[in-house]
């Protein structure tokens, strides 16, 4: 079993830094599997990696995905999907975030689909893709209760309609997006499939045929089959982690990401001397202290001084003190402790677990903030067992 290095990002070795960030993909690969098999087969799987997979590192996600047959890749942003095809991706990419009229012309160099939310984006796309002499591939976008992004589910026949007499643009799918699926009351999400019904309708009745219908994500895929339609597009389930505490746990994915680092220093405190910036703790009795080089500036949150938690040695210890911007302290009590030991930010050991739902909790955030804030700084190494060349660097 051997872990490789992607992307560095300080251009030094992984090996240097004690803090790095462990991606199993075969752990992705299963997750994949368990929502493909919890959908059946009619429904096709849009695999969501934007902020860089959650946090998982965009490339070798990617790579991996596409292996796996996913039929297209969702995104935010057009850099990402520009990124991907600069890494050799040659698999269809939504990118699913608002554009600007001047990116056009790169959604079509680099065969990327556009959203398309009003009749005026939809005419900029027409013109730029027949200016270029190329058809644009489009998805459009209906807001049916979210007020994001998209032509509001009232007035969206125009956008449907216009969409029909452009000659260089190909309209292959329309979706919404749902503001409350991982809810436990999911009411407005009903609501939500409501509106959409009545927008879809228009192609039927005017005998023409669906385009690819979505938009369920990770708590749709959980919670509302009704949501399913054609294709669904999970984010963070895909990760292993649920979109909610609330949210009804239908199918069992596993952390695909583990968050490591060592100790490297220790020293005796005396009760009553204050740790950190702020001196907002101080031990009540003589303690042991680890020093453990992560901090806000890697992406653990100063918001978790004095909640967090860390598991060194196969046990839970407080993180005390503020946490700094590179270094945290760690109260070991009389327990011993050697430089070089692995901590535990994030993952399991020995039986026990640290979720990225725990941090989130310390932080007063979501799970998602978590993963996709673990900054660049940080070195990810990927595992594959099953196609081991996916982790080769390239
Ligand atoms: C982020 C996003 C998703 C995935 O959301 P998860 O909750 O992570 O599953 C799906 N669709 C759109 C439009 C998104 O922006």
Request: charged share 20%; with cysteine; aromatic share 8%.
């Amino acid at each position: 079993m051997s872990w490789t290095l992607h992307e560095p990002t300080l251009d030094v070795d992984a090996g240097l830094r004690p803090t790095h960030v462990k991606v199993d993909l075969d752990a992705l690969a299963d997750n994949l599997g368990a929502i493909q098999a919890h959908l059946g087969p009619q429904v096709q799987i849009m695999p969501v990696l934007k902020a860089n997979a959650y946090g998982h590192g965009l490339v070798p996600v990617a790579r991996l995905m596409e292996r796996l047959g996913a039929p297209c890749l969702g995104l935010a942003y057009l850099e990402e999907g520009i990124r991907l095809r600069q890494a050799g991706l040659s698999v269809d990419m939504l990118v699913m975030g608002g554009i600007l009229g001047s990116q056009i012309p790169l959604f079509l160099e680099h065969g990327l689909i556009i959203t398309a939310s009003s009749v005026d984006k939809l005419t900029a796309v027409e013109e730029c893709a027949a200016a270029m002499g190329r058809r644009a591939r489009v998805h459009l976008k209906v807001d049916t209760g979210m007020e994001r992004l998209g032509v509001h589910w009232y007035s969206a026949e125009k956008l449907l309609e216009a969409a029909l007499s452009l000659k260089h643009v190909q309209v292959e799918g329309i979706f919404t997006h749902l503001a409350n699926a991982d809810a436990a009351d999911l009411s407005h999400s009903r609501l939500q499939l409501e509106r959409f019904e009545q927008v879809l309708d228009f192609y039927p009745r005017h005998s023409l045929p669906t385009p690819l219908r979505h938009a369920a994500n990770s708590g749709g895929v959980l919670q509302l089959p009704e949501s399913w339609y054609d294709l669904v597009r999970p984010g963070i389930l895909l990760f292993g982690v649920y979109p909610s505490p609330e949210v009804q746990r239908t199918i069992a994915v596993r952390p695909a990401l583990e968050w490591l680092s060592r100790v490297v220093y220790f020293k005796v405190v005396e009760a009553g001397s204050p740790v950190s910036y702020g001196s907002t703790w101080a031990p009540d009795r003589r303690t042991r202290l680890v020093t453990v080089p992560v901090g806000y500036g890697d992406g653990y949150f100063r918001a978790m001084s004095d909640r967090a938690q860390v598991l060194l040695r196969g046990r839970r210890y407080p993180v005390v003190g503020r946490i700094c911007m590179d270094q945290v302290m760690v109260d070991i009590g009389w327990d011993s402790a050697w430089n070089g030991d692995e901590v535990v930010l994030v993952g399991r050991r020995d039986g026990q677990e640290i979720g990225a739902e725990e941090l989130a909790e310390w932080a007063g955030t979501i799970p998602y903030e978590v993963l996709t804030n673990i900054n660049t700084r940080v070195p990810r190494v990927y595992r594959c067992e099953r196609w081991p060349e996916l982790t080769e660097q390239r």
